[in-house]
């Protein structure tokens, strides 16, 4: 499975919850797949999509989910040991690892040898899944305590799609607006 059809099954089952996505062809696919006002797309800073969600986990309680890469979050490894240690309940990181910076051209990240579950379980994440082998529909329903990793290997690949047409204000405003919206 490629990264277009891995956002679209995570986003059948998304209801009310913010998500922050990571810069170029995540974001892309997501705003192709299901634009709303909920979707923060995060225009430029490579690595941080993690940061974001943990600030606003910890500054407001609506669930936050980010949409992150493999090679991202290589970047930043030191945004997960703060997320396990910050452990707000209310925060769920993706991983969507296809093994390659794919939004660049698909060259390969170090993550065919370097686990990023693993990684994350010794960075001191309680929650940490295989998106594979869990019910994701059920687990956004749970009343989580702890933060959660959740690892999706897929293929690399981007697909066909247009560039957002949104102004990063516009973005940032209507994204402002949801996250205050009772
Ligand atoms: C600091 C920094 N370095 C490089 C880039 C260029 N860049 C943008 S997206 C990207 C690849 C991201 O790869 P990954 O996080 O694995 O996500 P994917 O595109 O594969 O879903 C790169 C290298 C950048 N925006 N910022």
Known sequence: MKRFDAIKKIMENISNELLIANIGFPSRELYEICDRNENFYMLGSMGLASSIGLGLALS?????IVLDGDGST???LGSLVTIANQNPKNFILIVLDNHAYGSTGNQETYTKNTNLLKIAKSAGFKNVFNYNTINFKDLLSKNLIE???????IEPGNAD???????????KNRFIKAVKNP
């Open 161 to 171: 799609v247009g560039v957002i047409d949104l102004s990063p204000d516009e973005i």
């Open 147 to 153: 933060s959660t990793f959740i690892h999706f290997e």
């Open 60 to 64: 407001q309680d609506k669930k936050i």
């Open 74 to 76: 290589l970047m930043n």
